[in-house]
């Protein structure tokens, strides 16, 4: 590190990418300040995977991100891969261990170690930390930027970084007040909507099911066309449903319904038997005992408070006659409910329920190989405030780490 400080870089948000944006300016010798409207910086980090923190992902590809534009993600997680994010955190102390599906924890499975070791080496590295600080204006002067906080106070700096994170988590300090300083300053922002977050469907009859579980594949269709899926365990609540399948998909749903588009989920509970498999199964189960009541002969196949619910879904209003008596028509349609059961999609949970914001700033106006904007020089972005958005299991951190590291390395080597 040089001992000469050159650029007074504000990075403004101290988040996952804010961290990383100052630290990489930092280490090319920039003098460098983080403004964070929070008593302390990382907060949604403690939240991540459950508490654990899923840091990154050994499977990261350009496949697992969305926007109008995914290909701009190139450019970041190519100067900050996964082998040198885990690289990075080793150095600091955290001994990766990769679980199913790529996922990537520390060891101490405790997120709160991935920030110790952050917040130890900002501190050693000798990067300013401000907490309580909200910024509400930013503007271009001649000689860089002058920053307005709430407070008053304004704040002379040569560059800036925008990390602000989006509107997903408000609980952390994401309201999406980032957005409205990059359209002041000249750019458009993609329309933003909750993203890896729980669905709501239609329906009167979600408080009888609510809480049940099963292993079963979820599905985004607009009329017969299926746009994406995922299998695993999902979860019926009083608003719909939930599950991290639910949440891997409902970036689409929330994509369709943005577009005032039709927008439905096919759940399917037995996923291992197609429909006239499953109708043959039932077949041979009502043949073994006629006389049992239709209710309690599914008793043992399926969770028994969906037994109710998904026989009155098939028309069935006699539920406890004896199978004997239930016909060929009857037995098809609960087989069709039961491996393709369709649901209206009325919406997604809101700001606090999701994880991560879809939309943002528009990529068009930002420089994919330096993370600077085209339109305001020495202006730069990183993380969520962009419109660039990942699956969940890392994906989403990854590509903080990886902007993050991109924006303040370009931020402090470029001329003032």
């Known amino acids: 590190m040089s001992k000469t400080d050159t ?26 300040t983080i403004l964070e409207r929070n008593p302390r910086i990382g907060k949604k980090i403690l939240a991540t995977g459950n508490g654990r923190c899923n840091y990154t992902n050994v499977n990261t590809d350009i496949k697992y991100y969305h926007g ?15 082998q040198q994010t885990m690289g990075f955190f080793e150095k600091l102390g955290i001994v990766p261990r990769i679980e199913d599906a790529g996922k990537v924890f520390p060891m101490s499975d ?20 401000i907490c309580n600080t909200f910024v509400k204006d930013i503007k271009k002067t001649k000689r860089g930027f002058m920053l307005r906080l709430e407070d008053g106070r304004i704040l002379e700096a040569s560059k800036v970084i ?20 990059a359209k002041k300053l000249g750019h458009p922002v993609v329309d933003i909507f909750p993203a890896l977050v729980q669905l709501k469907l239609e329906g009167d009859f979600f408080k009888q099911i609510e809480g049940v579980k099963f292993v079963g594949t979820a599905e985004v269709m607009e009329g017969s066309k299926g746009f994406i899926k995922d299998r695993g365990d999902i979860l019926f609540a009083n608003y719909g449903i939930s599950g991290p399948p639910i949440l891997q998909i409902s ?21 291992d038997m197609s429909e006239n498999e499953l109708d043959e ?67 997604t949970r809101s700001w606090s329920s999701a ?10 106006t930002i420089n994919p190989y330096t993370l600077e904007s085209t339109l305001v020089k020495g202006l730069y972005f990183c993380g969520e405030i962009i419109d660039i958005d990942g699956a969940c299991g890392g994906f989403n951190l990854q590509w903080a780490w990886s902007s993050g590291y991109l924006a303040g390395k370009s931020a402090s080597c470029a001329p003032n």
């Open 7 to 32: 650029a007074k870089i504000y990075v403004v948000g101290g988040g996952a990418s804010g961290i990383l944006a100052a630290l990489s300016a930092r280490y090319s010798g920039a003098n460098v």
């Open 68 to 82: 109008k534009n995914p290909e701009f993600a190139y450019g970041a997680l190519s100067a900050f891969n996964v």
């Open 110 to 129: 405790q997120a709160s170690s991935v920030l110790d070791v952050l917040l130890y080496e900002l501190n050693r590295a000798g990067v300013n930390v």
């Open 162 to 181: 925008l990390a602000c994170g989006g509107k997903a988590m408000p609980s952390s300090g994401s309201d999406g007040n980032g957005f409205e300083i």
């Open 251 to 271: 970036r689409k749903a929330g994509e369709l319904i943005n577009a005032k588009r039709e927008a439905v989920l096919k759940v399917s509970i037995i996923d």
């Open 281 to 347: 199964f039932l077949a041979k189960r009502f043949r073994n005992m006629p006389e049992k009541p239709l209710d309690f002969s599914l008793v043992g196949f399926i969770n028994k408070r969906l037994i109710p619910v998904i026989l009155r879904q098939a028309g069935i209003g006699e539920i406890k006659k004896p199978v004997c008596n239930v016909s060929t028509a009857e037995r098809a349609k609960i087989a069709k409910i039961l491996t393709d059961w369709r649901f209206k999609i009325t919406g």
């Open 355 to 364: 994880q991560v914001t879809a939309g943002g700033v528009d990529t068009t």
